[in-house]
Nanobody
Framework: QVQLVESGGGLVQAGGSLRLSCAAS????????TGWFRQAPGKEREFVAV???????YVADSVKGRFTISRDNPKNTVYLQMNSLKPEDTAVYYC???????????????WGQGTQVTVSS
């Protein structure tokens, strides 16, 4: 059963901003670590950012300084604020949960359907 649902994607011009949301679609635990990943056509799924239940975060070098991950535990929602977007950020963005603080895709489960982010040049 899908536990997380991504939303907030869309079409934006380079330099613009989007905020993605990862909302619980069922029972969740505040102790989960939640990560954002993305996959562009012809590319492997790659790590973007992760946040522990405590609020500790880690972001990929490719988005450092531009993307911010945060969470609102009472709302069971994790956000990815994306600023200064570049065409290379175009991808389907996914969120997933893990019981450990890791950046590895294999460490996560409960993948959603993803939300498309397209950045025009």
């Amino acid at each position: 059963q899908v536990q997380l649902v991504e939303s907030g994607g869309g079409l934006v011009q380079a330099g613009g901003s989007l905020r993605l949301s990862c909302a619980a679609s069922g029972r969740t635990f505040s102790t989960y670590t939640t990560g954002w990943f993305r996959q562009a056509p012809g590319k492997e799924r790659e790590f973007v950012a992760v946040i522990a239940w405590s609020g500790s975060t880690y972001v990929a070098d490719s988005v450092k300084g531009r993307f911010t991950i945060s969470r609102d535990n009472p709302k069971n929602t994790v956000y990815l604020q994306m600023n200064s977007l570049k065409p290379e950020d175009t991808a389907v963005y996914y969120c997933a949960n893990s019981w450990t603080f890791t950046t590895a895709t294999r460490g996560f489960g409960s993948w959603g359907q993803g939300t498309q982010v397209t950045v025009s040049s």
